[in-house]
Every structure is written in C-alpha cells, then in structure tokens.
C-alpha cells in the first residue's frame, strides 16, 4: 500500500462507477480520500470496498449537492482537504422538467463544490478537478461530421434556453456543458479569492471494470449497461458517440490532473474512437460464450465519422491509453462473472 502522504481529496461521485475508480486511483497514489455521500449507509457501502486502505478513507454527509453550505461538514474535522474531484452529476435522459431536474441541479451541483472549496477550505485547497463529458464537447447538430477532429477547443453550443425545450438527450448533453461552462465563469469571478486552480476531464462512453467486484448487474453504470444489453440482444447498438474511453484511464486522468502544474486551467478530452461492430467482433472473437450470445452484425464495418483526439491528456497528464481489446473484455469478463454471481444465488 501507498504511503498516504500527498494530501486529502475530497471526492463527490465516489459511488459511481468511474467516481469508485478515482478513489482507487487516488489511494493507491498515495492520497487520503474524503468521500462524499447523501446517507451513513451509502458511505459504508463505498468504504467497504476499499478495505485495504481503511485508515485512508473517511467519509462526509453531504445530502444536498447544490448547497454550497452542506459541504461544510466535508471540510471540518481537521480533514486539511488539499484537492477536490467532482466527479457526481445527474443523469437524467427523461426528465419531466428540464430545468427543474436536469440543468439546475447540474449547474448548481457544479458551482457549489468550487464556493464550498473557498468557503470553508482555508486556502489549503490546490487544485478542483472536475468530470465533465465529451457530450459538452460535440454539436449533436452536426451528425457524423467525417473528417472532422474534436478536441479541448470544442463546446457544445446548445444554450440553456434551448436546453430547457428541448429532448431529453439533448438537454442531459447540454448540461453537461452548461455545468462545465459554468464551473470555468465561477473560477473567473473568484479568481482573486481562491487557492486553487481548475481541470475538467471529458470522457465520451467510460467502459471497462468497476473498481470492486459486481455481484450482480443491477444498477450498472448507462455505458457498461450498453454493452451488457448486447448479450443476447437482436441487434448491435447505431452510432452514438462514437467514442470511449476506459474507466482506469478516466481515473488515471483525473488524479495526474490534481497533481500536474501545467493542467491548471485546462480541459481534458479523454477517449478514443468507438463503433460497436468493432466491441462485438472482438468479444466474439475472444470469449466462445459471447461468440454465441451475440448478435454477429456486419463483421468488421467501421462506420465513417469524426475523430476524438485526446492526445492533450497524453502531453500533459502523461496519460497513456490501452486498447479496446482489453476494455471490451476485461468489462465483459466482470460482467460474465456478475451474471453467474447472479445465476448462482437465485
């Protein structure tokens, strides 16, 4: 085990899927972690997870996300936070009210982790690392756009009047921009009263394992629920975001962009292309399970579109990224056991 000798982050999200990652990440490079969650029992199950690193773990109740007064508690207790990883957001593609469940709380959650940071960090936080989404980088308008290269310099241009009207995909898109737009306009108001500087990480689809053995399938993350909903499915997945990144590197990310100077101040396209043809012919080709269980679609079809680049977080954070072979499989592999796990206890 790491010595714990870098600091404490505070880390909202760290129930999640890719938030249960940057805890891992985060302890095993040697940090403390203070985890946010909205009860006592949420916080345990968590902890209970990382039970090698116990004494590296303490856990804050913070129930309403976009208060910035409901993270004092998170602050106190002589926990010296040094770094905060937002990494929780709703994610709500049938809102009933845009607004009311969907941009508020994002935008709100978004903004109240960076006042809270000044309100009751004592300036000994360095550094806010926020999870955004590849979703406040693309313009859904735009469709495949073949040839073209995203990149940091690119926002979703979706405004929140439009946001508020509009379907539900595209308002949980262009929250996710709003939230970040709105994290990066707070850090200029305040950029003379804080200590600390800002980087967001803009995953497209996070595959990959969870951090902690699943025992079952149910409430698996939207992106590792599309390629479980493969398995015996009629058909593959149309093109969506064409793009991934897997969950190790999403945390790899965000842990190197605490610590890093020259991140400050930066956004982080993190991922690579995807098509699903390309996942299933490698699951098929790898597990005989799979080769039997799946839907066998147009061997080898790439479909033409746009193309992710992520190579800041290769120049800055030092980020290396795997392949899709082992993203597809070691999450097909997780869930296969899970589904046994499953089968074994009905």
Request: net charge negative; charged share 25%; hydrophobic share 45%.
């Amino acid at each position: 085990m790491a010595a714990q000798n870098k600091g404490t982050i505070l880390i909202t999200g760290g129930g999640g899927f890719v938030g249960g990652q940057i805890i891992r990440e985060a302890l095993e490079s040697g940090f403390s972690v203070r985890l946010t969650a909205r009860s006592a029992s949420s916080a345990a199950r968590t902890v209970a997870r990382f039970p090698a690193f116990a004494s590296a773990l303490s856990t804050a109740i913070v129930p309403d996300m976009t208060a910035p007064e409901a993270y004092e508690s998170a602050f106190a207790d002589g926990a010296a936070i040094t770094h905060v990883v937002h990494a929780a957001s709703p994610f709500n593609l049938a809102p009933r009210d845009n607004v009311r469940d969907l941009l508020d709380p994002a935008v709100r959650g978004a903004t109240s982790v960076l006042e809270a940071a000044l309100r009751y960090g004592g300036g000994k936080v360095k550094r806010v690392v926020a999870t955004s989404s590849f979703a406040a980088v693309i313009d859904l308008s735009k469709g495949l756009r073949e040839g073209y290269s995203y990149d940091e310099k690119d926002w979703n241009p979706v405004t929140w009047d439009e946001a508020a009207v509009a379907p539900g995909v595209v308002a949980y898109c262009a929250s996710k921009a709003l939230a970040e737009r709105a994290m990066w306009d707070w850090m200029e108001e305040h950029k003379d009263e804080v200590s600390f500087g800002l980087a967001t990480i803009c995953p497209p689809w996070v595959f990959g394992p969870y951090a902690h053995e699943l025992r079952d399938t149910k409430g698996l993350s939207e992106s590792v629920q599309l390629l479980n909903g493969i398995i015996d499915g009629d058909a593959i997945p149309a093109f969506d975001f064409g793009g991934y990144a897997d969950s190790r590197e999403v945390a790899a990310a965000h842990v190197r962009a605490l610590q890093v100077p020259e991140a400050e101040g930066k956004r982080f396209v993190v991922g690579q292309d995807f098509r699903y043809q390309a996942a299933v012919d490698i699951a098929r080709e790898e597990e005989p399970e799979l080769a039997r269980r799946m839907p066998v679609g147009k061997m080898g079809e790439w479909i033409p579109a746009y193309h992710i680049d992520g190579s800041l977080a290769t120049r800055v954070l030092g980020l290396k990224y795997g392949s899709l072979r082992d993203t597809v499989m070691d999450t097909y592999r997780q869930l296969l056991k899970a589904r046994e796990a499953e089968v074994a206890a009905a």
